[in-house]
């Protein structure tokens, strides 16, 4: 049973170095949006599910977002817990939901990302309508269970949902073809730790 | 059949394309930021704090702290009563999170805004006073007026 399950983490969480990408976007997911806290929109869980679908895919196309979002979900919770218990469930379920159809999207087009340009512009046209989608889909949410009880039409909401869509997709065009790149690489090429068994094993000017 | 294009150049193109996309998303929030108040004096202006189960009233005969942010922080100043608050760069603006040591969600109740009675449908330090100008903080459940 212990084998079998250890086989399962194994095939789940793959090598090494998916691994630690694996963390290292959940780690770039919760301390990005943390610093971006004060630009509203402006976050970088978007970024991680997206990479972690299409570079990583395994476990980590759920584990990412869902890992980031325990995290940053708490901290909402915290803030605007007074909604209440219904509503903050029903508003985490969209959003959750949302980043982790992000990555499932990602896990779609992996077939065709590599350490290439089109693969950065390919990830980063995908990112535009996806955050149009993420955008419309929690702002259902948050209808349903903020504003609809206040007497808020779905044509008000969408009509102030608008402008925070804008921050979103700025925020994708800045950060999905700056991780896309950095990730793109580090999964195609590793990092210099990597080749460490044909470095020089003692420095260069002794005999 | 079209020459298939170099990685340089498709990236030079990707750049232009995407730099001349995030300048033109750039632009547009810019342009849908609030405008800032300008400063300059009002008279006869007053400020009500409804708490759960406290009140203060504030009313300076003429102050230069023209906004309903303004205004508040000027109270807190004067009686010494707290106020946090987060500062939003985009959009730009407060969101008051307590007032006297009640915090936003105690109760389901958050901190909101009336100007003369209307609900405030822009950030705190975005809404200019007037002269007589009337302002209601209340700790209050549900967005009365919209």
């Known amino acids: 049973m212990a084998g ?42 978007f970024v991680a599910a997206l990479l972690a679908g299409s570079l990583l895919g395994r476990w ?27 509503a903050m469930i029903g508003l985490s379920f969209f959003i959750v939901s949302g980043y982790v159809f992000v990555g499932i999207l990602g896990r779609r087009v992996r077939p065709r990302i590599m350490f290439r340009v089109s693969s950065v ?34 044509d008000l909401m969408l009509k102030g949902q608008l402008p925070f869509t804008l921050y979103h997709l700025l925020s994708s065009l800045i950060f999905v073809p700056l ?14 730790a990597r080749f460490r068994g044909i470095a020089p094993s003692r420095p260069m000017d002794r005999p | ?44 202006v007053r400020l009500d704090v409804e708490g759960a189960g406290w009140s203060i009233r504030y009313a300076p005969d003429a102050t230069n702290n023209n906004t309903v942010f303004g205004l508040l922080l000027e109270a807190s100043a004067k009686f010494g009563f707290t106020v946090a608050y987060l500062t939003y760069q985009i959009p730009q603006g407060v969101f008051v999170t307590a007032i006297n040591g009640s915090m936003n969600g105690e109760g389901g109740r958050y901190w909101q805004y009336w100007v003369n009675g209307a609900y405030g449908t822009v950030a705190a330090d975005h809404a200019a006073l007037h002269d007589d100008d009337v302002v209601l903080w209340s700790f209050a459940a549900s967005v009365e007026g919209l």
């Open chain 1, 4 to 45: 079998r399950l250890r086989r399962a983490a194994v095939a789940g969480l793959g090598d090494a170095r998916t691994r630690i990408l694996g963390v290292f976007l959940i780690v770039v997911a919760v301390l990005g949006t943390v610093v971006l806290r004060a630009f509203a929109n402006f976050e970088t869980v």
């Open chain 1, 121 to 154: 512009a390919l990830l980063t046209t995908i990112s535009v309508p996806l955050t149009i989608a993420y955008d419309l889909w929690t702002a259902s949410g948050e209808w349903y269970f903020i504003t609809r009880p206040l007497g808020i039409t779905w």
């Open chain 2, 1 to 44: 059949m079209a020459p298939r294009l170099t990685e340089r150049t498709q990236a030079v193109l990707f750049a232009a394309v995407l730099m001349t996309a995030i300048a033109g998303l750039y632009g547009t929030t810019i342009l849908l930021q609030p405008a800032p108040v300008r400063v300059h004096a009002v008279g006869s």
């Open chain 1, 60 to 86: 980590w196309t759920i584990l990412v977002p869902v890992a980031a979002l325990a995290v940053l979900q708490s901290l909402d919770w915290t803030t605007y817990g007074g909604y209440g218990l219904q």
């Open chain 1, 179 to 192: 991780f896309g790149t950095a990730f793109l690489f580090l999964h195609a090429y590793g990092w210099p």
